[in-house]
């Protein structure tokens, strides 16, 4: 398995992951031309250093996906955290270890970065997924809410 920055040609193939849930499919626009939006998101992300468009690949196909976005703070005695978004591994590849690495990746990224924290959100609706974070090392500490402007 390999890591690298995403490229625009992977977005289609990235999109796909994203809606490939029941609240994915509610909110992605997959397929082989994807709105502009995803394109002019990408290129923010591309062009800011704090943040980060990971793809993991075995046997040179895309196998999961992760954001990686480096937050400034104050507290923490001014320490940075790391938050990570967008997680998904494609169907095929999931129970074979594709997950635990791409977010044991970005904890080695955080960590040698001197990041003070690692954090991210799930849905409640992800059972699955709350009980894989859990069982790798991360615990509820928050009660996360949104606001939807749209």
Same mark, same amino acid.
């Given at each position: 398995?390999?890591?690298?920055?995403?490229?625009?040609?992977?977005?289609?193939?990235?999109?796909?992951?994203?809606?490939?849930?029941?609240?994915?499919?509610?909110?992605?626009?997959?397929?082989?031309?994807?709105?502009?939006?995803?394109?002019?998101?990408?290129?923010?992300?591309?062009?800011?250093?704090?943040?980060?468009?990971?793809?993991?690949?075995?046997?040179?196909?895309? *196998?999961?996906?992760?954001?990686?976005?480096?937050?400034?703070?104050?507290?923490?005695?001014?320490?940075?955290?790391?938050?990570?978004?967008?997680?998904?591994?494609? *169907?095929?590849?999931?129970?074979?270890?594709?997950?635990?690495?791409?977010?044991?990746? *970005?904890?080695?990224?955080?960590?040698?970065?001197?990041?003070?924290?690692?954090?991210?959100?799930?849905?409640?609706?992800?059972?699955?997924?709350?009980?894989?974070?859990?069982?790798?090392?991360?615990?509820?500490?928050?009660?996360?809410?949104?606001?939807?402007?749209?």
């Amino acid at each position: 398995m390999t890591f690298r920055e995403a490229t625009p040609d992977d977005l289609p193939q990235i999109v796909r992951l994203l809606a490939d849930d029941p609240l994915g499919a509610t909110r992605e626009t997959p397929g082989e031309e994807i709105p502009e939006a995803y394109f002019t998101a990408f290129t923010a992300i591309a062009k800011d250093a704090n943040n980060a468009l990971i793809v993991a690949e075995v046997h040179g196909k895309i *196998a999961g996906t992760l954001q990686l976005t480096y937050i400034p703070g104050l507290t923490y005695t001014g320490g940075e955290r790391a938050q990570i978004e967008g997680v998904r591994v494609a *169907a095929e590849q999931r129970g074979h270890g594709v997950g635990q690495a791409l977010i044991t990746w *970005a904890i080695q990224q955080a960590r040698a970065r001197g990041c003070r924290v690692v954090q991210l959100t799930t849905d409640r609706q992800r059972p699955d997924a709350i009980r894989f974070y859990q069982k790798i090392g991360f615990r509820p500490s928050h009660m996360g809410m949104k606001y939807h402007l749209k």
